[in-house]
């Protein structure tokens, strides 16, 4: 970990050494984020391997503070620029605000506030923060363009078509790219694109909205946040809901510019098509070329949204792209219910918050970890996990470990006893701990080992924060 720099910039900004320094859960960049907590403050501090990058940040986070626009402040800044500080917004996201909304369809009015006030915020990044912003500081380019539309819709074809293993005329496809490419580029724009704002990038911090990680936006269409946001594969947002908040965008947008409605929404079907490709081909880089289950299971419901917006608008003009998705559709189309039950065990972070619900049942058991001694505060166990003896050690001998088992066997063997004899198909049993590496993978392993050794089910064992997945087949009997 690097705490000698972080060190330096805490004391830089507050004179004092923080008391702990705790990583946290890393996203899908090579930059690392870390809390720093201490007597005169808590703030986050950033590693991050590109200069460039972390100057965009930087330089994008003065400019929209000056404009008082609901972005972390940077405090303090590494004299290589490889590390900075920044304010600390606090632990909760959007995504985990709203998370029974997208697990249900169902959103609460609470949700539908937080939702709001995200969106019309929007606006005012996009329009004020482009006054007077010198996008030459945008990385790694100044303006959404050509190139860039290019880059994202090969990267779809590289990164997920062609993994996917479907045939294809890439003469005709190239055709298709450059038609989509001439309508999303027929616009003059002049206001900031964000780029990745979704609902992970957002913080809600005394009940309103404040961004995040916008380092990779530049000058561009508005239409393409409103697209990213609104048309997240996992936010599970209902169509009547999304229309109400195009409309809360376009009220909010309206205060910068005069915006021709119709026109807004007809060119934002595009930018829909657009995004949601992009967003394959980074599910497949991750999911299908790096083998990571939350990038694999993300790529129905994200082709779910693919097919109904092929459904409304058609998209007559890109005829081998859509005929190449409707097959991609039914090639990642969910398996059919199945005829036995099936298990799902998994090991789980609280800090990336709780598992999805796959099996749509909305059912199950979540078992709490972080009261037992956590292995991860030794250094000669950081590198390991609960699979691994020494750490398997460390908890048995301890004593706490065991009855905390005994009493989840109990509770776990009744329902499976039920649904065995009910004729149920899935039950699904999460564990969670701090970071998902030593108790919950632990729990989790021996609740798989007891379910299949017990009553020989079928049990599907994943270690969501290792990438490990393990099949215990069912026995005769229960298959």
């Known amino acids: 970990m690097p705490s000698t720099i972080l060190n330096s910039l805490y004391t830089q900004a507050t004179g004092v050494l923080p008391d702990k320094i705790v990583e946290l859960t890393g996203s899908g960049s090579n930059r690392r984020y870390f809390r720093l907590e201490g007597i005169k403050g808590t703030y986050i501090g950033v590693v991050g391997e590109s200069i460039e990058e972390n100057d965009a940040f930087i330089g994008l986070s003065r400019h929209f503070g000056e404009r008082n626009l609901p972005v972390p402040r940077v405090i303090a800044v590494s004299e290589k620029h490889d590390a900075y500080l920044q304010d600390y917004l606090g632990d909760t996201l959007l995504f985990d605000a709203i998370a029974n909304g997208r697990a249900t369809g169902v959103f609460s009015d609470e949700e539908k506030r937080l939702l709001t006030l995200a969106i019309r915020a929007l606006a005012g990044i996009q329009y004020r923060g482009a006054e007077q912003l010198d996008f030459g500081i945008c990385y790694p380019l100044p303006a959404f363009d050509r190139r860039t539309v290019m880059w994202d819709l090969n990267y779809f074809k590289y990164n997920f078509l062609k993994l996917s293993g479907i045939a294809f005329n890439e003469s005709r496809l190239e055709d298709d790219f450059e038609r989509l490419a001439d309508r999303l580029l027929n616009s003059d724009y002049s206001t900031f694109m964000y780029r990745d704002f979704q609902s992970r990038n957002v913080m809600i911090k005394d009940g309103k909205p404040w961004f995040i990680d916008f380092q990779g936006g530049r000058r561009g269409p508005a239409e393409y946040d409103v697209a990213s946001f609104l048309w997240q594969a996992r936010a599970n947002i209902p169509g009547d809901l999304r229309e109400r908040l195009i409309d809360e965008y376009l009220d909010s947008a309206s205060r910068y510019a005069a915006i021709d409605r119709d026109q807004f929404k007809s060119r934002l079907r595009d930018f829909v098509l657009f995004r949601l490709l992009q967003v394959l081909g980074a599910y497949g880089f991750r999911g299908l070329y790096e083998k990571k289950t939350h990038f694999i299971e993300s790529i129905p419901p994200a082709l779910g949204k693919i097919e109904e917006l092929l459904a409304a608008n058609g998209f007559g003009c890109y005829p081998t792209l859509v005929d190449l998705l409707h097959q991609l559709a039914d090639k990642f189309r969910p398996a059919p219910t199945p005829d036995h039950l099936i298990v799902t065990i998994r090991s789980f972070s609280y800090k990336r918050g709780l598992p999805g619900d796959a099996s749509g049942n909305g059912g199950g058991f979540v078992f709490d970890c972080r009261g037992m001694h956590n292995p991860g505060r030794y250094e000669e166990y950081k590198r390991l996990t609960g699979m691994d003896a020494p ?89």
């Open 391 to 479: 750490v398997i050690d460390f908890l048995e001998a301890r004593g706490e470990v065991q009855p905390f088992l005994g009493h989840c066997y109990g509770l776990v063997d009744s329902s499976v006893e039920v649904y065995l004899r009910r004729g149920f198909t899935s039950l699904t049993i999460d564990f969670g701990c701090t970071g998902g590496q030593h108790r919950s993978v632990y729990c989790a392993e021996k609740m798989a080992a007891h379910l299949s050794e017990k009553y020989g089910v079928d049990v599907r064992l994943l270690h969501r924060e290792q990438n490990v997945e393990k099949h215990y087949a069912p026995t005769a009997a229960n298959s």
